[in-house]
Structures are given as structure tokens and as C-alpha cells.
């Protein structure tokens, strides 16, 4: 670790040093040992390439990624990175291309990665040219090992890497099945977040299900989420880097929340002077019959998908700087929502993004603590609610194990 951080030798994960929110260093080394170490990563959803030709950019750490379906209708993934220059070989963010062409001096590849042809490869009029032993089965671009489940795609850039399934573990996989897995998924639509903040303190705010009925005033001054309602947050995962977050709902037989009563929907939001007119944002239904209102799977490191009551979204954080991260989502529902289902995900929604009315608590969180610690952190922060382990527990609120659990995974993948 860089000089002047410090992770004391008695507290294992109970206390972490300001210092690795901060430092250049060790940003650089988790580029190598975390991004492309032995991880796993969401990649994109099969209804963003729907047909033939169709692609989607990604980012894995600092690695451009690009996810492809040929002409088979077959998926792959790879580094978006001429084999010859360097340059991206797609530029827009989505879209569908016969081939992949690079911009600067044309070389050409099968959708699948694979060099198909070079400019000039034979030279001009007996001038010039590759040398005789250029081989282009040796220059495609390189392919990442991928595992598509429930309408999703992961990939990792280890053949190092577990199995996915070993690597994710039952719950995060059962958890990911019960909202994705349920029916045809269709992208309602995505937005990108700019937050000042190291990308750690994101997966920590994701783990934390300590500030959920404390930060978020909205859920509870609008009666969203109530304090007799149970739930919480715990670790998962072969080493406790994976999270889960549950909350219950009373949920009625005819299968609405009761919370949909008029006195919770038009709740007086009278610190404003206003109610919540727009009763729609309150109105939910049950979608799977378990009663479960919010649901968090978080796969380590960058991963989460998210159940807000009827809002469903997968969220992804790109590292940028060490005190810059870029948090994407992808909202989605179901090909059979009808289409006062799909206008109430897509109210619902507001929750979420950069002005969501949750998420934008989480953001401001995550960049106030960026600028208390500084460019020059000294100390270290404290997590010791629920007791210092890291392994599953009961779901509750009152305890830090989800981020201690992240911070296990995090000092073991990093040698520290």
C-alpha cells in the first residue's frame, strides 16, 4: 500500500483507512488486481442486443469493453481496442454493424473478434505490406469469458475466475432469478450518474443498510417505508463480498401494498407545505407473491440489481479517477406488463438516478464523505455496528457486516 496508509492489524475490517478512498496509487493497482483479477462483472442485458449485429459498450474498471451478437445470434464480449493502434473500434454506446471496422486505418473484424481483414495487408503495387508471416488468427481482439443468466451478461477478463455460479454463490443467484428470471425483460430506459466520490464508497453506500430509514427522509415522511416494516441487509458469498437487502410489505389478498390506502398516497408533506398529489408513485403491486417490497443483490465488485417496490433496475459503478465514479443504470420491466404497469415502474423510477428521490441521498453521502476525508486522509473510519464479523446474519439495519463483508473480499483480492 502507498506510503502513509495504514490498515491496523487489530481491527481486520472494523476499521478502514480514509486513505484508500483517495490515493492514485492504489487506484492503479485496482485496475489489476480487482477489474481485471479474478471478478465478475455485468456486461449488458440480452434485450439491449436484440438481433443480429446489434452491440453495446461497457466499461470494466478502466477497460472498454464491447458485447456483440453475430450473425448466429450468438453473444461475445471483448476489449473494445484495435489489435493494431489502439483506437475503439465502436464509438457509440449501442447500436448494429454489419462487421467492426476501426476508424483509423480500416482493419476489420467478425463480430465475434476475429481479424478479418487488413489494409493494404499485401501492400501497394509490391511495395510495402505485412511481412510474410503476419498472422492474422493471432491479432483478433481479445475475448472475455462470459455467462449469461435471466436476460443478463456477465463477463470477466481472468481465466483466473471461478465458474460464475461458484463465484456469485446460491443467494446472489437466486436473487438475481426471482426479479430477472420471472419473464422476457424489455430496458424501460438508462441513465448515467457522475458522482464525485471514490467508486468504494458507492459499494459501501450499496451495503449499508444502516442509513436506509435515516438518510432517506422521502420513504419515510411520504410513508414509502414504514419502521414496523422488517428487513435488512447481510453478507453473502464464499467470501462476504456479495450482499443482500430485503424489505417486507403487508401485502393485501387482492395483491396491492396496503400502504396504497389514500392516507398513505397523499401523504402530508407538510415540512413543504405540499402533499404528494401524484398518487401513482405509491400505488404498487406484488409482483412475485413473496411480499417483498425492496430487494438489493450486490455482486462484488460493481454489481447490483434493484427492486424498489415496482422499479426495477440494474446499477453498475465505472471507476474513474480515485474520487470520480460514474454509476449507470439500466431500468427494465416485463414484456407481459400491461400499460398501467409499465407508466407505474417508470413513476416509480424517480426514486432512483441523479435526482432520484433516494439515490440522490446516497450521491450527496458518498461526496461529502470524499471531500471530509481530503486529499491528504489521516485516520480511519469506523464500522462496528452488528459486531466486527463479516459472514451472513440475520437481516437487520442495525449492523455494518455488508460493508465489512465488502472489505474482506476487497483486502484479500488486493494483497493487504
Known sequence: MSAGISWPDDDGVSRTPYGVHADAELFAREQVRIFRGPTWHFLAMEAQLPGPGCFVRARIGDTPILVTRDTEGAFHAMVNRCSHRGAPLVLAEQGKLPRLTCFHHQWCYDLDGRLRSVTHERGQRGQG???????????????????????LIFGTLSEDAPAFEAYAGPEILAGVTRVAGRAPLVVLGEIRQLVHANWKLCAEGLRDAYHARLLHRFNATMKIEQPTMHGGGTPCGPDGGHYLAVTYGD??????????????????????????RDTEMTQVWDDHGDGLLVTIQGLFPTFAQQQRRNALAIGTLVPLAPDRTELRWIFFGYADDDAGRRRGRLKQANLMGPAGLNTMDDATACEAIQRGIGAAPVGHALLRMGGDGTGPTVPTRASEAGPRGFWAAYRALMGL
Open 251 to 276: 401485502i393485501d389478498p387482492h395483491g396491492a401494498a396496503v400502504e396504497t390506502s389514500a392516507g398513505f398516497g397523499a401523504a402530508d408533506f407538510s415540512a413543504f407545505g405540499k402533499g404528494l
Open 129 to 151: 505490406g505485412m511481412p510474410a508471416d503476419f498472422d492474422k488468427a493471432r491479432h483478433g481482439l481479445p475475448r472475455l469469458r462470459i455467462h449469461r443468466m435471466a436476460g
